[in-house]
């Protein structure tokens, strides 16, 4: 059972549009989403993160926006770069990660892979 | 920023050997690091939560006894993949709380190991 889903596994972007990666969820305890994006043989970075008390997080070309009712998250890169592409991951968790060892609580979507043309 | 140090970042071993792979906090101390494991184009799965100077917790499905976790200090979690087998053949990510990224939620992954059992 998949809590946590990205049903698209891949996005193309012109460079200089928007990019948007979609996430949904099932379960309603999770109460706090962050993304992660990741390169080939690399771990994931930490991007954005966003509490289900705001609907909305923006860090430089960065948004992130939740829907809780609908159990739905976007992140919206603009203007994408290059440099953009790789595989976004949204993650989920019912705590704080950092609180209460909540990082065992952090389950992970599937993952999109963004690719960014010239 | 903070860093987690992941070793080897590749490795290739012969089947029923052991191999260990060392994950360290660089710039600050990790009471808890998370193993992960991904497959090639699906997410990432958490196999084990390791706590400094206690046992390491197991997710479901995930052998204790061939997989083992050593956290023996703040710095300093290991995980030793016993008697690997081809179906082994993985890519390895440890993720420490703690450092910069979890003051805002997130949590601060190594580069990863690409396993090769032959």
């Known amino acids: 059972d998949q809590q946590v889903k990205q049903n698209s596994p891949s996005l193309s972007v012109q460079e200089g549009r928007i990019s948007i990666l979609n996430c949904d969820y099932t379960n309603s305890m999770f109460d706090y989403f962050l993304w992660y994006k990741k390169y080939p043989a690399e771990g994931p970075t930490f991007l954005i993160s966003?509490?289900?008390?705001?609907d909305k997080n923006e860090d430089g070309r960065f948004t992130v926006f939740l829907n809780k009712s609908a159990k739905h998250l976007s992140l919206h890169i603009v203007p994408s770069q290059p440099g953009d592409s790789a595989v976004y991951f949204c993650?989920?968790?019912?705590?704080?990660?950092?609180?209460?060892?909540?990082?065992?609580?952090?389950?992970f979507g599937g993952g999109t892979r963004l690719m960014v043309k010239p | 920023g903070a860093v987690v140090s992941q070793h080897p970042s590749w490795v290739i071993c012969k089947s029923g050997t052991s191999v260990k792979i060392e994950c360290r906090s660089l710039d600050f101390q990790a009471t808890t690091m998370f193993w992960y494991r991904q497959f090639p184009k699906q997410s990432l799965m958490l196999m084990a939560t390791s706590n400094e100077g206690s046992k390491a917790t197991y997710e479901q499905g995930v052998e204790k006894d061939k997989f083992l976790i050593n956290h023996a200090s703040l710095t300093l979690s290991t995980l030793t993949v016993t008697s690997a087998h081809p179906e082994d053949s993985s890519f390895y990510i440890c993720?420490?709380?703690?450092?910069?990224?979890?003051?805002?939620?997130?949590?601060?992954f190594g580069s990863g190991t690409r396993l090769t059992v032959v």
């Open positions: 993720s420490a709380s703690g450092g910069a990224a979890s003051l805002i939620g997130g949590y601060t």
């Open positions: 993650a989920a968790s019912p705590y704080l990660p950092g609180r209460n060892n909540a990082g065992n609580m952090l389950t």
């Open positions: 966003i509490s289900s008390i705001k």
